[in-house]
């Protein structure tokens, strides 16, 4: 945390949401798959946060299979651990996450993660709008975003 210059009170940094637009299916399992092999490489930690059974096992698979002929190393947990790749359906551990993929139909909540990735799923005008309400609850909130 910085300090205010002018009077030396913490200034809390808030976090950085990166919106990818994805306009087919294909384009988010790309999207994912890309960040995942990314921070993978780079030795950062990167949660995705998921909000279904459903979900983390659809990302567990995904992850076994890309890329092609190889897999992407990863772990399914409810516990903070030292992998780089973590896929949870936890609120208790994004809480302590730096970097998170958010695949839920929330927003995120906290302000303790430094990148917070979100889709802006063009595939469905039902997706569309989650999105939408993502992003002005992101915007609302004085967030920094992105989009790409």
């Keep these: 945390m910085r300090t205010n210059p002018l009077n030396q009170t913490p200034m809390q940094i808030l976090p950085k949401v990166v919106f990818f637009q994805v306009k087919t299916p294909q384009e988010k399992v790309e999207c994912i798959c890309r960040e995942a092999e990314s921070h993978f490489n780079k030795h950062h930690k990167l949660f995705f946060y998921v909000d279904s059974d459903e979900a983390l096992k659809y990302i567990d698979k995904l992850l076994w299979t890309t890329p092609q002929m190889s897999f992407l190393p990863h772990i399914a947990s409810d516990e903070v651990c030292d992998d780089l790749v973590i896929l949870t359906k936890?609120?208790?551990?994004?809480?302590?996450?730096?970097?998170?993929?958010?695949?839920?139909?929330?927003?995120?909540?906290?302000?303790?993660?430094s990148t917070i990735y979100e889709l802006e799923d063009m595939t469905s005008p039902q997706k569309k709008e989650l999105a939408k309400i993502k992003f002005d609850f992101y915007k609302s909130n004085h967030f920094h975003i992105i989009s790409q």
């Design 90 to 113: 936890s609120e208790k551990t994004i809480l302590q996450a730096r970097t998170l993929f958010n695949l839920t139909q929330n927003p995120i909540q906290t302000k303790n993660s």
